[in-house]
């Protein structure tokens, strides 16, 4: 542009185009800030499988440069709370496991069948399978033996036999 003598502005105006603010890494947050420019918003939040208040960041100037400006989301891994094991015939450990954290489920007492794992997912949902629990009882037979043990005794009956006097002895 140039000063007329008339002292109007003279020539093209220039076209100016709002610069665009790079992405911004925060671990476990994703956000909808690709191609945010200058003064316009976005907004940050956690990860599928993680909790925590979204986020709003301002594409904004940071010296000569702009960058997206705001707080992060503090993300929190997420508690498992669908599909945790509540029939009588399990027992386990699965309330309040996070986000990729395991739980064993056994059979209760009175059920047979081989223990599982089940992993907590990102959904909040735990997965794996289930085991087999088959309830059992048992019965308990009792024997009784008698033994009769049976004595006998016997009795020795000796003569003795003197000559010298006319009387016997029996013993």
């Known amino acids: 542009?140039?000063?007329?003598?008339?002292g109007a502005l003279a020539g093209e105006a220039p076209s100016c185009v709002a610069?665009?603010?790079p992405g911004r890494a925060a671990p476990l947050v994703e956000d909808n800030?690709?191609?945010?420019?200058?003064?316009?918003?976005?907004?940050?939040?956690?990860v599928s499988g993680y909790t925590g208040a979204?986020?709003?960041?301002?594409?904004?100037?940071?010296?000569?440069?702009?960058?997206?400006?705001g707080v992060a989301p503090v993300c929190l891994p997420g508690v498992c709370i669908y599909d945790i094991p509540v029939a009588v015939e399990y027992t386990h450990g699965?309330?309040?496991k996070t986000n990729s954290e395991t739980c064993v489920v056994a059979c209760a007492?009175?059920?047979?069948?081989q223990a599982t794992t089940l992993t907590c997912m990102s959904n909040l949902e735990l997965r794996g399978t289930l085991p087999t629990c088959v309830f059992y009882t048992t019965t308990t037979t009792y024997s009784t033996t008698t033994t009769t043990k049976t004595t006998t005794s016997s009795t020795l009956t000796t003569s003795t036999t003197s000559t010298s006097?006319?009387?016997?002895?029996?013993s």
């Open 109 to 113: 007492e009175k059920y047979m069948g």
């Open 94 to 96: 699965c309330v309040g």
């Open 165 to 170: 006097s006319a009387s016997t002895t029996t």
């Open 19 to 21: 610069r665009v603010c």
């Open 1 to 6: 542009l140039t000063c007329a003598a008339s």
């Open 33 to 46: 800030c690709l191609n945010v420019a200058f003064g316009q918003t976005c907004v940050a939040q956690c």
């Open 54 to 69: 979204p986020k709003q960041w301002t594409c904004a100037l940071n010296g000569a440069n702009v960058e997206l400006q």
